[in-house]
């Protein structure tokens, strides 16, 4: 931003003196120099929008990485199993001070299964082959698919359950592009199970808002501030 604020001068004072040399009527010099001050002025605006842009993604990302992170503090906690759901709300409740307000943990069959699934898919990671669906997350979990459909009613149909699945695939993209942020990101989908770039894209935009590489451009520059 500051190079080209400093760059509108001398450019300026160059395009006088080439319409000088070129013996331009005082019309033809003017709009010329009138043409360059509006490029001038449109790079000083897309300039404002990029630095603008970036503040935003980069606040995003450090929201991401808290959440993320304690994403990873609850599923600890309930893959665990030594302590009831009440317990667990409580134990939430005190690693996110700042939520506005908690939901109240449900006790029944499903939401337990539902949870503990998600804990174990997190921490084994199965997801990560290609293969990997809702037949595959049902035996997984050790249950037939009617009995799975029954626990899980949200991921009757398995399209609904690959939505989750490569939600989680995209989770693991995100946090491994966290910890290793040098990593090339054309390696990531096959890491995380998809079995192409455009799936990838597509769960990871739709996941988080931003494609792949704005997420990494974000994140290399948080960290090269920290």
Not at 118 to 133: I, L, S, Y
């Amino acid at each position: 931003m500051r190079k080209k604020i400093a760059l509108t001068a001398p450019l300026l004072l160059w395009a006088t003196q080439y319409c000088h040399a070129q013996a331009y009527t005082l019309a033809q010099a003017n709009t010329i120099i009138m043409i360059l001050v509006f490029v001038v002025v449109l790079l000083l605006v897309l300039g404002v929008y990029g630095l603008r842009y970036n503040k935003i993604i980069h606040r995003r990302n450090e929201q991401l990485l808290r959440i993320l992170n304690a994403l990873d503090n609850y599923r600890a906690i309930v893959g665990e199993g030594t302590v009831s759901l009440d317990e667990q709300e409580e134990l939430i409740k005190e690693q996110l001070p700042k939520a506005k307000t908690a939901q109240t943990a449900q006790t029944d069959g499903s939401q337990t299964f539902y949870v503990k699934m998600d804990a174990r898919v997190n921490k084994e990671k199965p997801f990560t082959d290609p293969a990997f669906d809702q037949q595959a997350l049902a035996a997984f979990m050790d249950v037939d698919l009617e009995t799975f459909r029954r626990l899980v009613p949200r991921y009757q149909e398995a399209d609904r359950t690959l939505d989750y699945i490569n939600s989680l695939r995209a989770e693991y993209a995100a946090k491994l592009l966290m910890e290793h942020s040098g990593r090339p990101i054309d390696e990531l989908p096959a890491m995380c199970g998809f079995t192409d770039v455009a799936a990838f894209n597509k769960a990871f935009k739709f996941a988080f808002g931003i494609t792949p590489t704005d997420y990494l451009n974000s994140m290399t520059n948080m960290f090269k501030k920290k």
